[in-house]
């Protein structure tokens, strides 16, 4: 069970932050809730009591999603349900609601956070690859007496290992800001003991763009999880493709690569197998699913 001695529920950033800065220690940040309710059970840290809670859920500016040119900014209590239920942000970030429907379950993704699934740093987690595939940022905020202080760090220096972020003292994230990606094919692909509700053995997020004649790859995204101490960005396999032809033999030969990638504890063998299918097919399908994208905007031009 989880007990607090004291629980706040602050409206607006400037509260919420001071109240951060003063916390003791045990103090913990509560947004969605779903880490740490089960932390706090029987097997795992059993009875649990804290000396505050502070609880993130109804601050205003934490709130919402807006676009800015080629970026759109995500309120640090955006839940993956939005991704589901909100068609704009299914356009803008296509790999992310093929992303939520493999999280967890609805009760908890109603409740759990996109902002909370980085922050918990697992090597594992399901939202850090596509998000690095959409050239993550995060807005990180700390109260400095009588003033907001923040800065800006990309999701890729954020995540330093198993549980570890540069996240320093007093500071909470504030939001998240991708790159809009309208137009783009995307996929999510992840294997483990089955699809959702489990963490994962190995993870991979695809975004493919094709050029006019959509047989070409004009630009490529893919990120990896679930294989190291933190998710990577492919950079070089996003490289070895672009412009090139949309072949089954080149990108089965581009996924082969990614065998190598495989840094993990354990399952070694059995990931090293398994990745590159995975990468494959994500990328023939994130592919697919952009000249699908083209065809309807063509038959609406």
């Not at 893919?222 to 490289?239: F, K, M, S, T, Y």
């Not at 089965?252 to 354990?266: H, I, K, L, N």
Request: aromatic share 6%; charged share 25%; with cysteine.
């Amino acid at each position: 069970m989880l007990t607090f001695d004291r629980y706040e529920m602050p409206a607006t950033l400037p509260e919420a932050l001071a109240l951060w800065a003063d916390a003791p220690e045990g103090a913990r940040l509560v947004a969605g809730a779903t880490d740490i309710l089960p932390w706090a059970r029987e097997g795992r840290a059993g009875d649990v009591d804290l000396p505050l809670g502070i609880d993130l859920s109804r601050v205003a500016e934490l709130q919402g999603h807006e676009r800015h040119g080629s970026r759109v900014r995500l309120g640090a209590n955006t839940v993956w349900q939005d991704f589901l239920d909100d068609a704009q942000l299914a356009r803008w970030l296509p790999v992310m609601p093929h992303c939520a429907v493999w999280f967890a379950d609805d009760q908890i993704r109603q409740q759990a956070t996109l902002a909370g699934n980085l922050v918990n740093a697992s090597p594992a987690a399901d939202g850090t690859p596509p998000v690095l595939a959409l050239n993550g940022e995060l807005e990180l905020c700390r109260w400095a007496g009588d003033h907001i202080l923040c800065r800006t760090m990309r999701v890729e220096d954020f995540v330093t290992g198993p549980g570890a972020t540069r996240l320093a003292p007093g500071e909470l994230v504030n939001s998240v800001t991708l790159d809009c990606a309208d137009g783009y094919g995307a996929s999510f692909q992840k294997v483990g003991q089955r699809r959702s509700l489990v963490i994962s053995v190995a993870c991979v997020a695809a975004l493919v763009k094709l050029d006019e004649t959509g047989t070409r790859f004009a630009d490529v995204r893919l990120a990896l999880g679930g294989v190291g101490p933190v998710p990577e960005r492919l950079r070089d396999i996003e490289d070895r493709l672009k412009g090139e032809p949309v072949d089954t033999r080149l990108i089965e030969d581009a996924a082969a690569a990614t065998a190598a990638r495989v840094a993990s504890r354990s399952r070694v063998d059995y990931r090293r197998r398994v990745v590159p299918g995975f990468v494959c097919a994500a990328l023939e399908e994130a592919a697919e699913r952009a000249r699908v994208a083209q065809r309807k905007e063509a038959l609406h031009a």
